[in-house]
């Protein structure tokens, strides 16, 4: 979310550049049905008087195939080592409900803040190109369900050199 989209949507540009230059997607980049490209996320009701539905407010992007691997090796190589004062994707404490909702999907999920924009190699090049950095959201979506399926996610995104930490 970038809250200066509210006044204007031409705030977005920004973020739009350089979660294409990260992601490597475009819309309907290559002409596969896989991927969608970098979308506009909207605001779909009213919050406070200030998100209105239809009021664009930040960006998303969904990887999958070699460009998800191409993330996430970029992730694990460059950004993570390179970020500090991060431990790794802060898990729940072990007496936490093994029936919560989080813990029967199979999503692993943590953000980075606006300094790791700047760790990526496709932003780094040229960061003068990007006015400001921004925070990002990572979602791992797996297909594990049911109980247990927190552990079978993240035991599949540790397999990927992300670390974990307890709190």
Not at 15 to 34: F, L
Not at 45 to 55: A, E, H
Not at 144 to 151: F, I, K, T
């Amino acid at each position: 979310m970038v809250k200066e989209a509210i006044s204007s949507r031409n705030n977005l540009l920004g973020v739009i550049m350089a979660s294409r230059a990260i992601s490597g997607q475009t819309e309907h980049g290559g002409g596969r049905h896989s991927a969608t490209g970098v979308q506009i996320v909207k605001g779909v009701k009213s919050i406070g008087g200030w998100v209105r539905p239809g009021i664009p407010l930040g960006v998303k992007v969904d990887l999958k195939g070699p460009k998800m691997y191409d993330f996430l090796g970029t992730l694990v190589e460059f950004v993570l080592p390179r970020l500090r004062d991060f431990p790794g994707i802060v898990m729940p404490p072990a007496s936490a409900s093994s029936n919560s909702p989080s813990a029967v999907s199979g999503v692993v999920s943590f953000g980075l803040p606006p300094e790791a924009m700047g760790l990526f190699p496709q932003i780094e090049v040229n960061l003068d190109a990007y006015p400001k950095s921004y925070g990002m959201h990572i979602h791992f979506v797996t297909n594990a369900e049911g109980l247990g399926a927190q552990n079978r996610a993240r035991a599949l995104v540790s397999a990927f050199q992300i670390p974990f930490a307890r709190k």
